[in-house]
């Protein structure tokens, strides 16, 4: 503990979170701006969509009512809206197994530290959400990488098995995935919480991008998959599917009654989420479509158009997206990085550049990832095949440029 | 690490939160509301005065630009509105040194975060703010209590230095002090600052209740002491001073760039905090008076009538605050903790009847405060006159009644 040594530095906690590349990027992107370039932001799932009009309807009758601490589990009718919303995914709860928090990530963040322990492992199949891991650093967890089935498939059930040791207190999905867009079937689900069950760790499911499938009403939730009552623990974020990112509310929802319980002990710790921001999304939590609809039919429309212009650039490899609004494309180059850099330093099409998430940091094994990109949908089709033929213009003049 | 054995249990963290007063006399509470009995729940610092007309106007206004993600730091506005306030304070700070956080809990959270590691000790003036002990052990850290002055004042600088050891990174004030509404004095920052800097631990400076004291403009601010830049961080809140409880809006502050940086990359973990939220009080921030001098003018009011109120009741000590919004009173009861259940459960005075905080939690030394309450000022005199009469009235028929 040699304290005197490290003087006012802040702790190793701090030090051992990943470095972001998308702060290492910022400053290019910046940089691109004031020099009168339109940067089209394709890496951060911040999309373009107007929110329903319940939403802004209810924040026009904010009152002061809603200036008041809400209860830690979240105010009485917004918890009512969650348990209606999952209602119609086939998931009955009772007021107890949820919890509303500060988006996803707060849910996660409760998540990880209501089941887990400073130094316990959790399996987490790659690619996955890039955050992750740092949220992992933050609790003193141990990031496990698990390969994914082919072309990003869920992983499979023996791998997982393999990969199990003593230490091993949680797996951490994210369907539909955030970065590859893979959707787990109530098969995948049901055969890897086979594993949780068998050895006693708990199946983290992140739902956010729930009703964005290209193919079905919607991904099955964990929560809806007979036998892990004890093990499931979803996370989710109204988020994407109501175009509210800034409004921060989400929720945590398990019927395991000792975590919900350790959960809302952890949460009473910050005493509450925003009033307002929950009562926000009541409406569209209790009705949430046909507007979803209309948000799933955008996506896949970008998607397709995203796919079709990757498609006209030689030596890239894009990956079609079962749900979430992002594309993986693996690109004929030495680092995606440097590329995403170079493109934000060195290209620009009639004042227009792009910004990429490289995406070595969605990979918890070293080296993996090194020529793939994110691209997030969040634009409309024809600015994103604008985007891509830029990215296309960049590999051409690129000098790291390699084949895959 | 024995797994296998703990089945699908929470984690050890989590079990280790001290258990909250506040969930054990809620369900009492509620019994009591169910039986027709208004409960004045002097036991949150949830006041009922109304907000400035600037943030309920605000929020009528809020627009769909609010929707979107902030930035990890804080919407650019409101850190410039933050810069502002603090200049009022004597404070200077750059963008940098500030970070728009969800309430002074998640600011407390960080700063843990970003300054201690799992194991590390925190050093914890005694009676303390009963949450921020669960905030230690959510962390993984030590409460290290430091016996408070005479009279709950700052604690002695050599009381302080006594109890140093190469485990402690830091030291936790709240100043003005919830409970004690103890004002932390220029002079006594700059001796507990001194030990700081001589023994390389950090002054995490909880300053909540900063406005709210009753000689003089405002408590001063750790960052207002010449050289404590390395060592000082401060916790605020909008909260309390303008009466925004359930917006969930505070701030980290500090010179220390290092830690700053740290908590920032802590903080990009959960994205943003709401814009909407944030937005919503920049106008108070640049412009606070003369609202919060009718807050002050409020609690000196309340505070008072309590003070004068408990001053009637045979054997209760009384502790005049010198800022902040509470009243603890010593009691001449066996436990203050069975009295306030007592209270709820067998107390009534023309169907009205209160709710108080037992202090036990507000120490980590066991056995401590088993005698204490802290009375809220959270309504009209009025009111508070009667709910102190209806205590006194609970006090003659108290089984466990003792003299203190």
Redesign the interface.
């Known amino acids: ?1 040699a ?2 040594s ?10 051992s ?1 990943p470095a ?1 590349p998308i ?1 290492r990027l910022a400053p290019l992107a910046d940089a691109a701006k004031e020099r009168g370039i339109h940067v089209h932001q394709l890496n ?1 799932g ?1 999309p373009d969509l ?2 329903p009009e319940s ?2 309807h209810l ?2 009758r ?3 009512e ?5 209860p830690a589990r979240g105010a009485s009718d917004a918890v009512s809206a969650w348990q209606i919303y999952f209602s119609h995914h086939s998931v009955d709860l009772e007021r107890e197994d949820l919890l509303i928090t ?2 996803a ?2 849910a996660l ?1 409760l998540a990880l ?8 492992d959790v399996l987490m199949p790659e690619p996955f959400y890039a ?1 992750y891991k ?2 992992l650093a ?1 609790t ?1 967890l141990n990031a496990i990488p698990v390969p994914s089935g082919p072309d990003f498939g869920p992983p499979d059930a023996d791998t997982v098995r393999q990969l199990v040791t ?4 949680a797996m951490l999905i994210c369907s539909p995935s955030n970065p590859t867009g893979t959707v787990y079937g109530q098969n995948d689900l049901e055969k890897v919480g086979a594993v949780a069950v068998e050895h ?1 760790f ?1 199946l983290l499911s992140d739902e956010t991008y729930r009703e964005i499938v290209f193919d079905g009403p919607a991904a099955p939730s964990a929560l809806a998959i007979p036998g892990l009552d ?2 499931a623990v979803v996370i989710d974020s109204v988020s994407k599917r109501f ?6 509310i989400g929720c945590l929802a398990s019927r ?1 009654r ?2 919900m ?3 809302l ?2 949460a ?10 929950q009562r926000a999304v009541v409406s569209a939590l209790t009705s949430p479509r046909p507007y979803v609809d209309t948000v799933v039919e955008a996506y896949r429309e970008r998607k397709d158009a995203v796919l079709s212009a990757l498609g006209n650039i030689p030596g890239v490899v894009a990956h079609p997206p079962g749900g979430a609004f992002y594309v993986v494309a693996e690109l004929p180059v030495d680092d995606a990085e440097s590329f995403a850099a170079f493109l934000l330093s060195d290209v620009a099409v009639n004042d227009e550049t792009v910004m990429l998430t490289p995406m070595s940091d969605f990979y918890a094994t070293p080296g993996r990832g090194k020529q793939e990109v994110r691209i997030a949908c969040v634009f409309d089709s024809e600015t994103l095949t604008r985007a891509i033929r830029i990215v296309g213009e960049g590999l051409e003049t690129y000098p790291g440029r390699t084949t895959i």
Do not use: W
Not at 6 to 15: C, F, K, L, Q, Y
């Open positions: 503990m304290k005197v490290r003087d006012m530095t802040p702790s190793a906690r701090a030090g979170l972001s702060r951060i911040q107007a929110p939403i802004t924040l026009e904010a009152s002061s809603e200036l008041v601490y809400a500060a988006g990530s707060e963040l530290m209501a089941t887990c322990d400073h130094g316990d955050p740092g949220l933050m003193g003593p230490n091993t207190r006693d708990f004890d093990n175009n509210v990112c800034g409004l921060r395991n000792a975590v319980d350790a959960a002990e952890l009473e710790l910050r005493l509450a989420v925003p009033m307002i921001d």
